[in-house]
């Protein structure tokens, strides 16, 4: 079975960080684009970070940009969001999904991260 | 402000067919064909409903179908049934620097 979970989120002060982390099963990791996508308490989806599946290529949301990191290890099956200098408005449920044609075939549960003081 | 623009909710009565819209601009849902669809029920994982415009993941029923038009995508949900009451969201490949944006989203209820 296709799989992602997320773990790592958790209550943070602002300027904090976190870091996330997104566990792949039932798939070739190594072969596939990863994205991260958030949904802050009654907003919608916003896409957060990409990265490719050699993490040649990497792209930010201007939101982020600057403070958060994204990275993958394919041996460990692992794709991961550094986040820093952590905001009120990051506060969301996070998503990591798997890249289809700039779109997300397969979504995790999702993670939540709460910034506050 | 989210940078596609949907309806915030739209309704259908089961059996009824329903279109929800996504507007976007010339740099993103009129250039690229790259228009993707999710169902998201609360509490859930989004599910990839349309990708590329029109087409469907495998296991999608083909009651969900997808067009675009100029600026405008549509998603196109016929013989509404209970089980698709959910949040809709759009999205579209916005090029190298917005990379992907989404709609903000709309409630279809089936009344």
């Known amino acids: 079975e296709v799989q992602l979970v997320e773990s790592g989120g958790g209550l943070v002060q602002p300027g904090g960080s976190l870091r996330l982390s997104c566990a792949a099963s039932?798939?070739?990791?190594?072969?596939?684009?990863m994205n991260w996508v958030r949904q802050a308490p009654g907003k919608g989806l916003e896409w957060v970070s990409y990265?490719?599946?050699?993490?040649?290529?990497?792209y930010y949301a201007d939101s982020v940009k600057g403070r958060f990191t994204i990275s993958r290890d394919n041996a460990k099956n692992s794709l991961y969001l550094q986040m820093n200098s952590l905001r009120d408005e990051d506060t969301a449920v996070y998503y990591c999904?798997?890249?289809?044609?700039?779109?997300?075939?397969?979504w995790g549960q999702g993670t939540t991260v709460t910034v506050s003081s | 402000q989210s940078a596609l623009t949907q309806p915030p909710s739209a309704s259908g009565s089961p059996g009824q067919s329903v279109t929800i819209s996504c507007t976007g601009t010339?740099?993103?849902?009129?250039?690229?064909?790259?228009v993707s669809w999710y169902q998201h029920h609360p509490g859930k994982a989004p599910k990839l409903m349309i990708y590329e415009v029109t087409k469907r993941p495998s296991g999608v029923p083909d009651r969900f179908s997808g067009s675009k038009s100029g600026n405008t995508a549509s998603l196109t949900v016929s013989g509404l049934q209970a089980e698709d009451e959910a949040d809709y969201y759009c999205?579209?490949?916005?090029?190298?620097?917005?990379?992907?944006?989404f709609g903000g989203g709309t409630k279809l209820t089936v009344l």
């Open positions: 999904g798997k890249f289809l044609a700039y779109g997300m075939d397969v």
């Open positions: 999205s579209s490949y916005a090029g190298s620097n917005n990379f992907v944006v």
């Open positions: 010339s740099s993103d849902v009129g250039v690229y064909d790259y």
């Open positions: 039932g798939f070739t990791f190594s072969s596939y684009s």
């Open positions: 990265i490719s599946s050699s993490s040649s290529t990497i």
